[in-house]
């Protein structure tokens, strides 16, 4: 994951051709692109459909931004995963027209156009679907590829939750940014109560030592700072990189020997992973008392890693494997 802040200070700048020889007007390869992007951008301003906006409205996103966008918007493009799950939870069924590579749930995210993975997205396209309105995140986002947005015209809103928090204030604030406050309260609620039903399930029991494994070759765990982190907390456990200044570390078997986790749980990052392999690779370490006692699980990364409403269904699925003689039976919303 890429960590970096999006910070926006620049204004467009109109580049003039360079002219040499008889007057001719010589335009080099940079030039002729931001050219067909002009010629598309203008096209498209010309034949695009017309919309009716009850007002403008100018807010400071989650990286310190002011944003001014047609309210409420209605064609929004989402550039990752969590947005799009947001946007779908808030009933924005029409509006979202266009999704990142990465956008898999819910089901109606497949079929809205993919405008591009985390750091590269086709800009064409994106101009092609002329949204009012796009949502980038400070985690993951490159900060020269909003910027190239804003140089187009496209207003763009960040959003940056760094733990389970946070992605409560990202729902709220994505809420009033698309006019849908009341439903984004109500996500808010539900989220929160089922947080404090597992804290409160699990505060006076013992906490068992967590190894999150997040990557194979090398073995990556989270540390301090990390979402995964925040989750083993809030559901009563240890996380046995949890004092790692590193927010992603890789730990060496050594090293792992020596912190002795008493669960360890596999996230599910690699769709292509052969985590049966991984299981057979851990039960070799009989010294290791997670291993020893049968307690090495698998967890949906989505469920995890993802800042969206189902990170709570993270929380739960984490303290329900962390703590199983207190959650026997499905927490009810």
């Known amino acids: 994951m890429i960590d970096s802040s999006i910070h926006l200070f620049s204004t467009p700048t109109l580049t003039l051709p360079h002219r040499r020889g008889r007057g001719k007007t010589v335009f080099s390869h940079q030039g002729r692109k931001r050219g067909g992007f002009l010629f598309i951008l203008c096209m498209l301003i010309l034949f695009a459909p017309s919309f009716s906006y009850s007002a403008t409205l100018k807010l400071k996103d989650e990286v310190g931004r002011e944003v001014t966008f047609p309210f409420p918007p209605k064609r929004i493009v989402s550039l990752a995963p969590n947005i799009t799950e947001i946007l779908f939870s808030l009933g924005l069924d029409e509006e979202v027209v266009g999704v990142s590579i990465h956008c898999n749930y819910p089901e109606k995210a497949k079929s809205r156009v993919r405008v591009g993975s985390y750091i590269s997205i086709d800009f064409e396209r994106v101009i092609?679907?002329?949204?009012?309105?796009?949502?980038?995140?400070?985690?993951?986002?490159?900060?020269?590829?909003?910027?190239?947005?804003?140089?187009?015209?496209?207003?763009?809103?960040?959003?940056?939750?760094?733990?389970?928090?946070?992605?409560?204030?990202?729902?709220?604030?994505?809420?009033?940014?698309?006019?849908?406050?009341?439903?984004?309260?109500?996500?808010?609620?539900?989220?929160?109560?089922?947080?404090?039903?597992?804290v409160e399930r699990t505060k006076n029991l013992s906490c068992p030592k967590v190894f999150l494994q997040i990557g194979e070759a090398p073995v990556v765990t989270v540390g301090k700072g990390s979402f995964g982190d925040d989750l083993i907390r809030l559901s009563g456990g240890e996380n046995i990189a949890g004092n790692d200044r590193e927010m992603y570390p890789r730990l060496g078997m050594e090293e792992i020997l020596k912190r002795s986790p008493e669960v360890i749980v596999i996230s599910s990052m690699n769709p292509k992973g052969d985590y049966e392999r991984v299981f057979r690779e851990w039960e070799r370490w009989k010294m290791i008392p997670a291993v020893k006692q049968g307690r090495i699980h698998l967890i949906d990364s989505d469920l995890i890693d993802r800042p969206s409403p189902r990170i709570i269904n993270g929380l739960e699925e984490m303290a329900r494997l962390l703590h199983p003689e207190r959650f026997k039976k499905p927490m009810q919303n």
């Open 128 to 198: 092609s679907l002329m949204p009012d309105l796009i949502i980038a995140t400070g985690a993951g986002n490159p900060r020269e590829m909003v910027e190239r947005l804003e140089r187009l015209g496209f207003p763009t809103y960040a959003i940056f939750p760094k733990k389970f928090d946070d992605v409560l204030q990202s729902i709220r604030h994505l809420g009033q940014v698309v006019a849908k406050e009341k439903e984004a309260l109500s996500i808010i609620e539900s989220m929160q109560r089922r947080k404090e039903r597992v």
